[in-house]
């Protein structure tokens, strides 16, 4: 585990009473049932942690903060990894066939989104329709014609598999870096913005 949580980070210790008394029924249900909750991009105050509580639906995403000293327990993306099996849902068997793919490019990668959830809590959240969110850890430069090679592999799987590059400076998404724009959507704690090259000093430093 992580000293601070990261982005896509799951945690688990929040209850139904540390939410607001706005919050949705099914936010508070979620918690009541004990599954986690999703950590976020955004600044919040020290002792605190941007986070989401996940609904069985798509649109049933709500955003709140958890105290650090709440969380009894973590698990990154990448540690979902030792638990991908193949299932009939197009997202799993396109996970099941990336698995040695990513396995071999020598940085470190996880699963995110509904099939990471489901991976982590048994919870059926993800469905036929659903892409395959992943990222991938790339503390040094991702070379843009690597970039689009990895990308073209991506677009033969069996669904839709969209790929965030987490950089020093924030996440940008594969598909973009892939492409030919000179400029590309950087998101982080403070927002998103168009950026150059997210590994570029100014940026790291930003």
């Not at 706005?22 to 002792?47: E, H, N, S």
């Not at 639906?57 to 990448?78: G, I």
């Not at 540690?79 to 990336?98: E, I, K, M, N």
Request: aromatic content about 4%; some cysteine; charged content about 20%.
């Amino acid at each position: 585990m992580n000293d601070t949580p990261r982005p896509h980070d799951l945690l688990w210790g929040m209850t139904p009473t540390q939410l607001p008394t706005d919050a949705p029924a099914w936010a508070r249900q979620a918690l009541a049932a004990g599954q986690p909750v999703v950590v976020r991009r955004a600044l919040v105050a020290p002792g605190q942690i941007a986070v989401g509580v996940r609904g069985t639906r798509r649109d049933q995403r709500y955003a709140t903060v958890m105290s650090v000293n709440r969380v009894v327990r973590c698990m990154s993306p990448e540690q979902l990894v030792a638990q991908v099996t193949a299932g009939d849902l197009p997202a799993f068997r396109a996970l099941a066939v990336l698995k040695p793919v990513f396995d071999g490019l020598e940085r470190p990668w996880g699963v995110t989104g509904s099939v990471g959830f489901q991976l982590a809590t048994g919870v059926a959240v993800a469905r036929v329709e659903s892409d395959l969110d992943l990222l991938l850890r790339t503390p040094y430069e991702l070379p843009r014609t690597e970039a689009r090679e990895l990308q073209q592999l991506l677009d033969t799987s069996p669904c839709r598999v969209d790929l965030q590059l987490e950089t020093p400076a924030g996440a940008v998404a594969l598909r973009e870096w892939a492409g030919g724009s000179p400029r590309i959507l950087l998101k982080c704690a403070t927002g998103a913005r168009l950026i150059e090259n997210p590994w570029a000093p100014g940026e790291m430093a930003a």
